[in-house]
């Protein structure tokens, strides 16, 4: 997952690299900012119902999601407490066939 500047500023995360081995359950996410809302408290840029960049308070999930966008959500193993990411992208369906297949 690739940040702009200033998503990793106000999101307080960096860039996230994750072997294909170390991820797992992928998924895709048509409405994120309803997941996103019930992951209980984050730290990061939020503006609800809009646009999320933020982790979890344990530091377990990370999120980039903006409303209007499904997203790619995924297990990741072997990342510290990380456990799982949810990104938006338009290419959201063919990325999960892609990592499914591989």
């Known amino acids: 997952m690739q940040l702009a500047s200033w998503e990793k ?3 307080l995360l960096g860039n996230i690299t994750v072997a294909r ?5 992928v998924q895709v996410v048509p409405e994120p900012l309803r997941e996103v809302m019930s992951a209980g408290i984050k730290a990061g840029l939020r503006l ?3 646009y999320y960049v933020a982790r979890t308070i344990r530091l377990d999930q ?3 999601v903006r409303r209007g966008v499904p997203a790619l959500s995924f297990t990741v193993r072997n990342h510290g407490a990380l456990r799982r990411v949810l990104v938006s992208t338009p290419e959201a369906e063919a ?3 892609q990592l499914r297949t591989s």
């Open 48 to 50: 609800p119902w809009f």
């Open 62 to 64: 990370a999120f980039a």
């Open 95 to 97: 990325l999960a066939r």
């Open 21 to 25: 081995a170390d991820v797992s359950d």
């Open 9 to 11: 500023v106000l999101g």
